[in-house]
């Protein structure tokens, strides 16, 4: 037999005894009872077991995919840093190829002047070396003739090497400063300037003698007789606008047309004097 109130096993004699007033069961029974909720804890077990073991899976897939996005997100990061790099490297190269093109340039002008330095300076001492060694009784016509000549080509190359102008680089860089805000990267244009002083050498007052013609031409350029025009026909196009919104107000009616038109013009005049001192910067 079994005792329910006392959830053990008793024999018969207990039965009447001590457990008399117990509720009891054969043993048989529990035992049949017992086998059903132990089946009902295993099906429950297998049902948590596969629970888990889904879980389980569903987790992998989770780290997997949560693996995967990292890896493409890297390589996402990665590419762009070096397609931005690539860039960057591009516009510097294109600063340092500039540096260099304008150094380049002056530089040949310096060497150019600097060979017809040495020239002029080999000449003058090659005349006062025979002039230091010329003796007295050396003293002819032939000889003041030759020298005179000789006179006349160190002028020439006095000429052509007085009064030069040579351009000095300076090259000054201000690189763009970048900020991180908000997860965002924000990158400054840098600035390359290259401010030109001019030295003039060997100063010599040998303009004096120069024509008109070339004073005038050495002052003036086309493209500063154009500029010149240009702003003649700009200032004539605002008198002639001016005079009709001028008319147009006294007749007491003022053209929409007009006002549009006065507006547009306006704005391409803005336009292009921003574009000629964008392009006179640069």
């Known amino acids: 037999m079994f005792c329910l109130t006392c959830d053990a096993a008793i024999c018969v004699t207990c039965v009447c005894e ?28 297998q ?43 591009a516009l510097a190269e294109m600063k340092i190829e500039k540096v260099k093109a304008d150094r380049v340039k002056h530089l040949k002008e310096i060497q150019d002047y600097e060979k017809e330095l040495s020239t002029h300076l080999q000449q003058l001492q090659k005349g006062a070396q025979f002039l230091g060694d010329l003796q ?50 924000l990158l400054c244009r840098s600035r390359l300037e290259n401010r030109e002083v001019e030295h003039v050498l060997m100063k010599k007052d040998v303009l004096k003698r120069a024509s008109l013609f070339k004073r005038l031409r050495s002052k003036l ?41 006065a507006g547009l013009y306006t704005y391409l005049c803005l336009a292009g004097l921003c574009a000629y001192l964008k392009a006179r910067k640069s």
């Open 47 to 89: 049902i948590e077991i596969k629970d888990v073991k889904s879980a389980l899976t569903k987790l992998h897939d989770i780290e997997k995919e949560g693996d995967k996005s990292a890896d493409d997100a890297v390589t996402l990061i990665k590419d762009q840093t070096i397609s931005m790099v690539k860039k960057l490297e």
């Open 136 to 185: 007295e009784e050396d003293m002819c016509l032939e000889l003041i003739t030759c020298f005179q000549k000789f006179r006349t080509i160190l002028e020439t190359g006095e000429n052509s090497i007085a009064n030069k102008a040579v351009a000095q680089n300076h090259f000054s860089y201000v690189p763009g400063k970048v900020w991180e805000k908000f997860g965002n990267i």
């Open 221 to 261: 350029s086309i493209s500063g007789l154009l500029l010149v025009l240009m702003s003649v026909c700009l200032l004539a196009g605002f008198y002639q606008i001016g005079e009709q919104i001028m008319a147009s107000w006294k007749d007491g009616e003022i053209s929409c047309d007009l006002l549009m038109g």
């Open 18 to 45: 001590s457990h008399k007033k117990h509720s009891t069961i054969t043993l048989v029974k529990k035992l049949q009872v017992s086998r059903k909720t132990l089946q009902f804890d295993l099906d429950q077990l």
